[in-house]
């Protein structure tokens, strides 16, 4: 399943934004999700991950309190909303169907940049 990331743009530090992503098929509500973002030169990390029937969410320590991850099976959509963003949340986010412990699987569709300004 190849999901699609969306909602990105420029935000001051401290400021809020929220992502989307767009699943496809009957089987999107079936998977736990996730998001991943990446930088240059570096890996792409995990950031959260949402169980198949969103009751399970987890999240990476740099985020925890700040981002919300959630989901609308009946839309076959996904969202992160990003609130008291840093610099250091600069990066292309992707969105991906993954494992119950955040592995992710399947392709990687096309990204989104966030970049946050101080």
């Known amino acids: 399943v190849q999901l699609q990331a969306y909602g990105g743009g420029v935000v001051q530090a401290g400021g809020s934004l929220r992502l989307s992503c767009a699943g496809s098929?009957?089987?999107?509500?079936?998977?736990?999700v996730g998001w991943f973002r990446q930088t240059p030169g570096k890996e792409r990390e995990f950031v959260a991950r949402i169980s198949w029937n969103g009751r399970s969410t987890y999240y990476t320590d740099a985020v925890k309190g700040r981002f919300t991850i959630s989901r609308d099976n009946a839309k076959n959509m996904m969202y992160l909303q990003m609130s008291s963003l840093k610099s250091e949340d600069t990066a292309v986010y992707y969105c991906?169907?993954?494992?119950?412990?955040?592995?992710?699987?399947?392709?990687w569709g096309q990204g989104t940049q966030v970049t946050v300004s101080s």
């Open positions: 991906a169907t993954t494992t119950d412990r955040g592995i992710p699987t399947g392709s």
């Open positions: 098929g009957r089987i999107f509500s079936t998977y736990p």
